[in-house]
């Protein structure tokens, strides 16, 4: 899965030190993503509705950054917003357009970083999905996905907090679609999204997925699931290595929605006395 930033600002330098700063984030947390520079003159020549998380200015040379968010807001409702900015001022305007965070370039290096880290790990995690009126009249984010059943023709993707959506795509559609994400075919019928995996019983060829369902996992498949598998639990566990004294958001949303993170994300809490 491949996170797509869009930085919009119409200071270039500005606008170069943000990308170095994600860039960084980005390579030492191994997640892959594409960056692109925008000013407030040429943001709608960029593919918008490809972008995951925009991080702008609020101070533009022509226009209100807060007016320019609500127009971009309106056209493409699924972006994640982040304002980065140096204007103190209008913190209340900037979640008024449901913005994720409100930062000051001006605050100090290690605060800035964590709380960047976190907004690129829960749009990694958290918030990337799709639409298709096929499917739902409303966004799907990939979290939201238990996993995908092929039954009587057509797929069903077995939901989180929202009933079950059935649809009359073949199950190699969203062996496709699905394939830069955390979800893997374990069997002829079924693909399971990694972090919603609680339990596998490697002698009895069976998964326990967090809503209690039983997947199997045949040997054709095994293999590549079992590397798939354990190579997720190993990122998380390294994760210790990246975190340092700051209690990030991120490990509550571990704690809370993934069970495949859930004792490395305790671990981590205790270890920095995080609250839960």
Known sequence: MILKILILDDNKEESEK????????????NIKYQIYLANSGNVYQHSLKNIDLMIMETKF????????????????????????TNDKDRTDQGYSVHALRYLYKSSQNDY???????????????????????????????????YVEYI???SRLHMRGRRDQNTTYALHYWIKKLESTWFVQTYRSYIVNLLWVKQYDRKEKMITMSNGDKIPVSLM???????????LKEMFAKKQENYDNTCYSFLSYCM?????????SIT????HNCPN
């Open 256 to 264: 809370h929605y993934f069970p495949l993170a859930l004792d490395e």
């Open 221 to 231: 498949y095994r293999n590549h699931f079992e590397s798939s598998y354990y190579k």
């Open 112 to 146: 800035l970083v964590s709380n960047l880290r976190t907004i690129l790990y829960e749009n990694y995690f958290i918030y990337s999905g799709f639409k298709d009126k096929r499917v739902s009249i409303y966004p799907i984010h990939y979290y939201e996905i238990y």
């Open 18 to 29: 943000t990308k170095c700063l994600c860039e960084k984030i980005l390579i030492t947390c």
């Open 268 to 271: 981590l809490a205790q270890k």
């Open 61 to 84: 040379d022509a226009i209100d950054g807060f007016e320019l968010a609500k127009a971009l807001r309106r056209r493409f409702p699924e972006i994640q917003l982040c304002f980065m």
């Open 152 to 154: 009587d023709r057509h």
